[in-house]
Structures are given as C-alpha cells and as structure tokens.
C-alpha cells in the first residue's frame, strides 16, 4: 500500500500525482489534506502517513519545500524519509537507504518530474548490501 499526505501548499501536486497513480493502476490511501486548506499545518499529515509505515509500505508526502514534511515524518519509528528533486536521488535513496518516504516539493517539482521521480522510487528495490544493512542497524540504534 502507499499513502499520501500533503498540506495546502504540497496539495495540488497532490492531487495530479492521484490522477496518475489511478492511471497507471497504483493503489494508494490519501490520508490528507481532503481539501485546500491555507492553514493547515504539514505535521499533522506527516504523522498520518509516518504511523502507517511498516516492512513493505511506502509513502509520498508533499508540501512547499518537501522539507517540513521530511523533518516531520523522521520523527516516527520506522521512517526513512527522504527530500529529493531527481530521479537518480531517488534510486540511490531506495537502493542505499532503504527510504520508505518520499518527500516532494509542490513549489520546485513540476508534475512532470514528480512522476519521473515517484516511478523510480516506487520501482527500486533496496539493494540489500551488506554495508546498507549494517548501516541501517546503526542508523536504527539512534532512536533508543
């Protein structure tokens, strides 16, 4: 499954990358914003999606910068999220570090890279090499 969040800055991005998730056959959740809000507050969504993540389970967050979001979201157990604004960051996020949330900027990402970037980050697989494993161990033992 694949959730998604935005706040009302992040939100039409938003709403164009559900057009293409419903086109291409992608399940997803939206977990909000449910409307354009102007004073919403990115957080809030940040923690829905964060809580739902788990082994297998991807999320996309977008709000101005893409950097409120990610700070947010890495707050929550389990969460790897990442800010990117290119594909290739994208694959060596999901290869390297096992990122289970991408954060997108409604302000600097056209829709057009925002497809691009969604497509390789949901199609990469972590790379499973040891130095990542045992990076991410490490990475884990930060949050006790």
Same mark, same amino acid.
């Given at each position: 499954? /694949? !959730? /998604?969040?935005?706040?009302?800055a992040g939100f039409k991005l938003?709403?164009?990358?559900?057009?293409?998730?419903?086109?291409?056959?992608?399940? !997803?959740?939206? =977990?909000?914003?449910? @409307?354009? &809000?102007? #004073?919403?507050? !990115?957080? @809030? !969504?940040a923690y829905e999606v964060g +809580?739902?993540?788990?082994k297998g389970v991807k999320g996309? =967050?977008?709000?101005?910068?893409?950097?409120?979001?990610?700070?947010? %979201? &890495?707050?929550?157990? *389990?969460?790897?999220?990442? *800010?990117?604004?290119?594909?290739?960051?994208? @694959? =060596? %996020?999901?290869?390297? *570090?096992?990122? *289970?949330? /991408?954060? /997108?900027?409604?302000?600097?990402? $056209?829709?057009? #890279?925002?497809?691009?970037?969604? $497509? +390789?980050?949901? &199609? $990469?697989?972590?790379? +499973? %090499? +040891?130095?990542?494993?045992?990076?991410?161990? @490490?990475?884990?033992? =930060?949050?006790?």
């Amino acid at each position: 499954m /694949l !959730y /998604l969040g935005a706040d009302h800055a992040g939100f039409k991005l938003k709403e164009a990358v559900k057009k293409f998730l419903d086109k291409k056959g992608i399940k !997803y959740k939206d =977990l909000g914003a449910k @409307e354009l &809000n102007n #004073q919403d507050d !990115y957080v @809030e !969504y940040a923690y829905e999606v964060g +809580k739902k993540i788990r082994k297998g389970v991807k999320g996309i =967050l977008f709000c101005g910068s893409g950097f409120g979001m990610c700070i947010a %979201a &890495n707050k929550i157990k *389990n969460v790897r999220a990442v *800010n990117l604004y290119t594909v290739r960051e994208a @694959e =060596l %996020a999901r290869m390297h *570090n096992d990122a *289970n949330i /991408l954060c /997108l900027s409604g302000w600097m990402i $056209t829709r057009r #890279q925002a497809k691009k970037i969604i $497509t +390789k980050f949901l &199609n $990469t697989k972590f790379s +499973k %090499a +040891k130095r990542h494993e045992r990076r991410l161990k @490490e990475i884990k033992k =930060l949050r006790k």
